[in-house]
C-alpha cells in the first residue's frame, strides 16, 4: 500500500477508497476525511533558479532569459516575486550579452579592445560562457 498520511489528522491509519481522475483516493480510519495524494509536479534545477535571477540582477529581461535558459519567462518573474529580488535601479548604462563557446571565448578575451573601458562579467551557461557587458545608453 502506498504510504499516505491524512492531511486533516496527520495520522497513517488509511484505506484505499476508489480512484478519481485516475489519482487513488483514501480514507483516513481516524477522522474520516477522504483525499487523494498531491501531484508531483515537475521541478526545475536551482541552477537555472540561480542563473536565472542573476541575469535578471544584471539587467536583462525576462524575455532574454527565457530565450537564454529555455526556462519560462513568468517562471522567471515567479521567483523574482518569491525571492524579493529588486532590479537595478541605474538606467545610465545597458547590459549586452554575448553566448560562446570556450574557443571563441579565447579569441575574444585575447583581442585588447574587448577588454578596455568597459564592464563586464562572464558566467558559466551550461557548456558555453556569457559574457555580459554595460555600455552606456547614447544620446539621440
Known sequence: MEKAICPKCEHTKVTKSGVIDGRQRFKCKVCGYHFTVNKLGKSIDKYYVVKALQLYIEGISYREIERLLGVSHVS??????????????????????KVLN???????????ENLTDTGMLITELGDKFMIIKWERFKNR
Open 76 to 97: 522567471v518573474m515567479n521567483w523574482v516575486k518569491l525571492y524579493k529580488i529588486k532590479a537595478p535601479e541605474n538606467y545610465d548604462y545597458r547590459p549586452t550579452y
Open 102 to 112: 570556450h574557443s571563441e571565448l579565447v579569441k575574444f578575451m585575447t583581442l585588447k
